[in-house]
């Protein structure tokens, strides 16, 4: 087995990746959840029965989501681009035939039958692609925190040293901004009681994440386990990054409008930049030696939570603009434009921070990390919605409305069997396991991460043993929260 000092070595000093090859990474996700839709309705337009057993639900949720996320940041890492071309026109072709074969109520030429499409109704008690996109998240991130200790993970997926955009930087920024999406004060919620009672609940209620964070950290230490120092610090981790950033969010929130939201998160990143550009927090952060004192020993995982506020702040707003009720197909297309045009906008400003003031660092947190993280979940969360919309169009050529994780057409009228059926595919499916236990499952890849650490020796691993031990991992994880689902148990500590 490797060393500590190896296995420490093996995940330092690394530079990340281009900015296109992350984006290129954000539309194999969605078309594999389009490509599960697909095969779902094909299956019963050719008069198969759904829903499957438990057993083949997960099995088809596994191959299709998580599978291709595995093999195409290890074995397929370097041919990416073929697996997305490939899948993508799969999924058109699919698509094509439902649409030619399928006897519908938008019967007529392309154009009159989108014409339709566009102008119909959905259901849209809840918003699905954020859902999806919280889940994969956290799925991409469970399999990141593992697949980085083998050598089939490609060094430039992984956390930067000190500038650079690496995969595994945007899945720490993107996770904050998961949270952010659905947090109360996105969601609409009223604050009951008192400003200063609602923070107090919300200090309260992080505590989880805290003693999360003290079990992590006492874990670590006790066995030894190799610890990147540079990444957050001697004694801090993410647990703590976490609850401290909510519970400042909701302060700040408690006294702010939402809508401004955007607005404190860009004067926030803007005078943290101010500040590690004109005093010596910069030099502080990235050539101090010194690990004495607990601020000098934890300043990076200490002064990135600003970072990590700007881009909550941010998540808070874009959540409250999703969150708003919308009854027409063609209001969520002006959606998906503005999340787009918004992703763009944003690319532009960060190439001229990145020419003008400094290159991306996840390990401050500073402005142009804030700017690319907040860019690269808005086209993340464009592409899954995107999908989202290519499967609503899908099951109203089909009549099919039961995939689950997604938007239905509206109906005016709802059978008992329908409704029945559509509880069942819900009751049966791996998006909405990970989703009832987001919080579980992160800490169950945790635990069976530091497990496999143990177990196999990580960094003499042959490419085949990395990728099967990947595969069992991320199986084994995914059965806990499954089983958890379908016996309807939600694990809150709170």
């Known amino acids: 087995m490797a060393s500590a000092e190896v296995k420490v070595a093996f995940v330092s000093n690394h530079n990340g990746t281009t900015l296109t090859e992350v984006s290129l990474g954000s539309l194999l996700a969605p078309l594999c959840f389009l490509s599960r839709g697909l095969f779902l309705i094909v299956f019963h337009l050719g008069k198969g ?27 397929l890492s370097d041919i990416l681009h ?3 071309i490939g899948i993508a026109v799969v999924d058109f072709v699919v698509l094509y035939l439902l649409y030619k074969n399928g006897k519908h109520p938008y019967q007529g030429s392309l154009h009159s039958t989108i014409d339709r499409f566009v102008q119909s109704r959905v259901e849209s008690n ?18 990141s925190i593992l697949a980085v200790d083998f050598s089939v993970f490609p060094r430039r997926y992984a956390k930067t040293e000190t500038y650079g955009t690496g995969v595994m930087d945007f899945g720490v920024g993107a996770y904050v901004m998961a949270n952010a999406l659905v947090c109360p004060e996105a969601r609409g919620k009223d604050i009951q009681g008192s400003k ?49 950033v909510r519970v400042v969010a909701s302060a700040l929130l408690a006294l702010l409008p939402v809508n401004s939201s955007w607005l404190l998160a860009l004067l926030i990143g803007g005078t943290y930049q101010v500040v590690l550009e004109t005093t ?24 990135s939570v600003v970072g990590y506020i700007v881009i909550y702040m941010a998540g808070v707003q874009v959540g409250h603009y999703l969150m708003q009720s919308r009854n027409l197909v063609k209001d969520w297309i002006r959606v998906v434009r503005n999340l787009l045009l918004t992703s763009f906008g944003l690319f532009f400003t960060l190439y001229v921070c990145q020419r003008r003031i400094e290159p991306v660092s996840r390990r401050m947190a500073n402005l142009s990390f804030c700017i690319w993280t907040v860019a690269q979940a808005l086209f993340f969360l464009s592409c899954l919605s995107i999908a989202d919309l290519l499967l609503l169009f899908s099951k109203a050529i089909s009549n099919f409305s039961f995939v689950s994780a997604s938007w239905c057409p509206y109906q005016n009228k709802k059978s008992l069997a329908g409704e029945k ?43 085949v ?30």
């Not at 029965?49 to 074995?75: E, N, Q, Y």
């Not at 200090?203 to 964070?213: A, E, M, N, R, Y």
Request: aromatic content about 12%; some cysteine.
């Open 465 to 494: 043993l990395a990728v099967s031990v990947l595969l069992l991992y991320m199986f084994l994880n995914s059965l806990v929260i499954f089983i958890l689902h379908i016996n309807k148990i939600t694990i809150k500590f709170w």
């Open 421 to 463: 059926m559509r509880k069942n595919m819900d009751a049966l499916c791996l998006v909405q396991s990970v989703n009832r236990n987001q919080l579980l499952y992160f800490l169950l890849a945790n635990i069976m991460t530091g497990l496999t650490n143990v177990l196999v020796d990580t960094l003499n691993s042959s490419d």
């Open 126 to 143: 809840l918003v699905p692609f954020v859902t999806v996109f919280r889940v994969l998240v956290n799925v991409k991130t469970s399999i």
């Open 196 to 244: 200063i009672s609602h923070v107090f609940k919300q200090l309260i209620s992080v505590w989880p994440l805290v003693l999360l964070g003290f079990v992590r950290l006492a874990s670590v230490k006790s066995s030894g386990y190799h610890e990147h120092v540079t990444e957050y610090g001697v004694h801090w981790n993410f647990f703590f990054t976490l609850a401290i």
């Open 280 to 303: 010596g927090l910069k030099s502080f952060l990235i050539h101090n030696n010194e690990r004495t004192g607990f601020l000098q020993a934890n300043r990076e995982g200490i002064f």
């Open 82 to 84: 073929f697996v997305i």
């Open 49 to 75: 029965l759904l829903p499957f057993s438990w057993g083949t639900h997960l099995l088809l949720d596994f191959t299709a989501l998580i599978m291709p996320l595995v093999l195409s940041c290890t074995a």
